[in-house]
């Protein structure tokens, strides 16, 4: 009778050296035939095992090829949290041209052309988003540049101008922030010119009457008045080096643009249109691009003691 190795030698052979290598001994010749087959089992069940991984790899790598592969996916790790978004408001505007300088410059282009080059400047220290309630030269009431700036939920508001004072003679920068009152006379008449502005919008556009700028002043939160404040010194010490200020540079009043309640918002006056010194120089972009340096540097001082929007 024929052995069931020599029906197919060349696989029990095989199966054989393949339970050898998995470390099982072969049977030693006294031991009966049952003891072999059992080798003979395990020996080919190691090769079947071993010809379906072969089949499974290349399967996965035809899969691959073929791109129907599923990979891992991606470790996520914490999102990095938004860039604060600075608010650019360039005064007046459209029929609004502001104060009208010496020369005929119109306050609404420099304030525009100011706001720009700021613009440019924050945003290359990659730490900042910015916008501007303009961009073209178009009227835009007062009301609509505050509710910008809360729509596009904005972390600071700054409002440029070079406006004109009786005295041709005052010249320098300044900056302000909202209160009920005014700390002089100066920046009363000052906030009351301003907030006259939405008489440009004609019969549609209806002005803030005291008694409620007074109101709305009362529901501006405490943390935005001492962010206020605090960007007021930032900008200026900033300026202090290198941009001529007014005595007593920081004021406050009641102006209609920065009464955000939520919002730190400061008015920067960059000079006055009514000095002929303070407008020629503001006329040039070399001195433009000075107070927007001066500017950022202002906004990173902020933003930096506030521990936010310092990037790398």
Sequence with gaps: MTSESEKTPGFFLMAERSARAAGIDAPHPAQNSLNRRGLLITGA????????????????????????????????????????????????????????????????????????ELRQQLLATGRYRVAMTRTTDHFVPLDGRVELAQEHGASLFISMHADALHNAGVRGASVYTHSHGASDSQTADLAKTENSADRYGGPLVQGTSPEVQQILASLVTEEARRGS?????????????????????????????LKSAQIPSVLVEMGFMSNRL????????????????AMCTAV????????????G
């Design 45 to 116: 069940g190691l090769l079947t095992t071993g010809l379906l991984s072969t089949q499974a790899q290349a399967a996965g790598t035809t899969r691959h090829a073929t791109g129907q592969t599923l990979h891992a996916p991606a470790v996520v790790g914490k999102a990095r949290p938004a860039l604060p978004l600075v608010m650019l408001d360039p005064g007046h505007g459209g029929k609004d041209p502001g104060a009208i300088g010496y020369t005929g410059t119109y306050e609404k282009h420099v304030a525009e052309a100011a706001a720009t």
């Design 229 to 257: 404040a605090h960007m007021a010194s930032a900008v200026v010490s900033s300026f202090q080096s290198r941009i001529n200020l007014l005595s007593h540079p920081h004021r406050h009043a009641a102006f209609a643009v």
């Design 278 to 293: 303070d407008e020629a120089a503001l006329r040039q972009a070399g001195h433009r691009a000075m107070v927007a340096g």
């Design 300 to 311: 990173n001082r902020y933003f930096a003691s506030a521990g936010v929007g310092l990037a």
